[in-house]
């Protein structure tokens, strides 16, 4: 959305995917069915030849397999059904996969949008469906529970492999927030997703354009900093607490914000400068017209408050969670840097 920056399954999530990982390997097995999160299995995915279309900045796709050497996210190369997704079905899947994607993290940045890309990426892999596997052996797919798969098999949303990601358990690889905080982090931040199969063989542009449909419709999701890794967040719901950084991928609720007009707000409460100081802290406030409440985007990352008319900004640059954030001049840099959804 265009005006400001917007805004479980929790730290067994955030356990699982700290990613402490074993041996590579290749992937996984699935059936066929609507594109929800969690749907129940039974109409099945039919071919349909698609274009793939590249909104405006977004790299050229890859071919071939995930990188020599590197650990694969996903081995087919079509995706977990083996075949293109309908219309209907890719615009159906799009905006589950773009809520679980901005949840994790990806930042919706310019001129290219990580947060597109993975959700896209999602589509292609699952279909948007969380609890969906691929089973390598036979080339089959079906649903968890159980895993019927005597070998190695994807999982979930971003077709997480089972082997080469055995720090991923499968109660988290289909659990649809901690698949997605799982695969951010196997993404580096969006730094590479050349481990996903359906990236690679470059199908995923196929849904490109229902992924940024789905991305433009977000109210909700997190703010990621230009800093790689740290996104916007509170310690605890209250009014007067100020506003922290945090390392995203946490499936932690306290870093989803909406944006509403030009209000970043959480429940009843808002972002606010809590003065017009050159320096001055950026805290919760109860939700009203103050100017103090206003965030204006300027189209690059920054967002300048309307009374301090100064930029939010991550003090120093620092990665470590917890600092607080405050305003600062609006320059160009990373540190000043919050994209929206």
Same mark, same amino acid.
């Given at each position: 959305?265009?005006?400001?920056?917007?805004?479980?399954?929790?730290?067994?999530?955030?356990?699982?995917?700290?990613?402490?990982?074993?041996?590579?390997?290749?992937?996984?097995?699935?059936?066929?069915?609507?594109?929800?999160?969690?749907?129940?299995?039974?109409?099945?995915?039919?071919?349909?030849?698609?274009?793939?279309?590249?909104?405006?900045?977004?790299?050229?796709?890859?071919?071939?397999?995930?990188?020599?050497?590197?650990?694969?996210?996903?081995?087919?190369?079509?995706?977990?059904?083996?075949?293109?997704?309908?219309?209907?079905?890719?615009?159906?899947?799009?905006?589950?996969?773009?809520?679980?994607?901005?949840?994790?993290?990806?930042?919706?940045?310019?001129?290219?949008?990580?947060?597109?890309?993975?959700?896209?990426?999602?589509?292609?892999?699952?279909?948007?469906?969380?609890?969906?596997?691929?089973?390598?052996?036979?080339?089959?797919?079906?649903?968890?529970?159980?895993?019927?798969? !005597? %070998?190695?098999?994807?999982?979930?949303?971003? *077709?997480?492999?089972?082997? #080469?990601? +055995? &720090? $991923?358990? /499968?109660?988290?690889?289909?659990?649809?927030?901690?698949?997605?905080?799982?695969?951010?982090?196997?993404?580096?931040?969006?730094?590479?997703?050349?481990?996903?199969?359906?990236?690679?063989?470059?199908?995923?542009?196929?849904?490109?354009?229902?992924?940024?449909?789905?991305?433009?419709?977000?109210?909700?999701?997190?703010?990621?900093?230009?800093?790689?890794?740290?996104?916007?967040?509170?310690?605890?719901?209250?009014?007067?607490?100020?506003?922290?950084? !945090? %390392?995203?991928?946490?499936?932690?609720?306290? *870093?989803?914000?909406?944006? #509403?007009? +030009? &209000? $970043?707000? /959480?429940?009843?409460?808002?972002?606010?400068?809590?003065?017009?100081?050159?320096?001055?802290?950026?805290?919760?406030?109860?939700?009203?017209?103050?100017?103090?409440?206003?965030?204006?985007?300027?189209?690059?990352?920054?967002?300048?408050?309307?009374?301090?008319?100064?930029?939010?900004?991550?003090?120093?640059?620092?990665?470590?969670?917890?600092?607080?954030?405050?305003?600062?001049?609006?320059?160009?840099?990373?540190?000043?840097?919050?994209?929206?959804?």
């Amino acid at each position: 959305m265009a005006s400001i920056a917007r805004a479980t399954v929790g730290f067994l999530c955030a356990a699982a995917i700290a990613i402490a990982v074993t041996p590579a390997g290749t992937a996984a097995t699935r059936a066929r069915g609507p594109a929800m999160a969690g749907a129940h299995p039974g109409t099945r995915l039919t071919a349909d030849r698609r274009t793939g279309s590249r909104p405006p900045g977004t790299p050229p796709p890859r071919t071939g397999r995930p990188r020599a050497g590197g650990r694969p996210a996903s081995v087919n190369p079509r995706g977990a059904f083996g075949s293109l997704l309908s219309a209907a079905q890719a615009a159906a899947a799009a905006p589950v996969c773009a809520r679980y994607a901005t949840a994790a993290g990806w930042a919706n940045s310019a001129p290219v949008s990580t947060l597109v890309t993975a959700a896209a990426i999602c589509v292609a892999e699952s279909g948007g469906q969380a609890t969906v596997y691929y089973c390598s052996p036979t080339g089959q797919d079906g649903y968890y529970p159980p895993v019927n798969c !005597a %070998g190695v098999y994807d999982r979930g949303l971003w *077709q997480l492999d089972s082997q #080469a990601w +055995t &720090s $991923i358990p /499968d109660t988290c690889a289909f659990a649809p927030r901690c698949n997605a905080d799982g695969a951010y982090t196997i993404s580096r931040g969006g730094q590479s997703f050349t481990p996903w199969a359906t990236y690679t063989s470059g199908i995923y542009t196929t849904y490109l354009a229902d992924a940024q449909t789905a991305v433009d419709a977000l109210g909700t999701g997190t703010v990621p900093s230009g800093i790689l890794g740290v996104c916007l967040s509170r310690p605890r719901y209250a009014a007067g607490v100020a506003a922290i950084t !945090a %390392g995203c991928a946490s499936g932690a609720a306290r *870093q989803q914000w909406h944006v #509403a007009g +030009t &209000s $970043i707000r /959480d429940g009843s409460l808002c972002l606010a400068a809590a003065s017009a100081a050159r320096a001055a802290p950026v805290v919760l406030r109860p939700c009203g017209r103050s100017p103090a409440q206003q965030w204006v985007a300027l189209g690059d990352g920054r967002l300048r408050n309307a009374r301090a008319g100064r930029c939010l900004r991550d003090p120093g640059g620092s990665v470590a969670a917890g600092t607080p954030v405050n305003v600062g001049s609006c320059r160009a840099v990373r540190s000043r840097l919050w994209w929206l959804p």
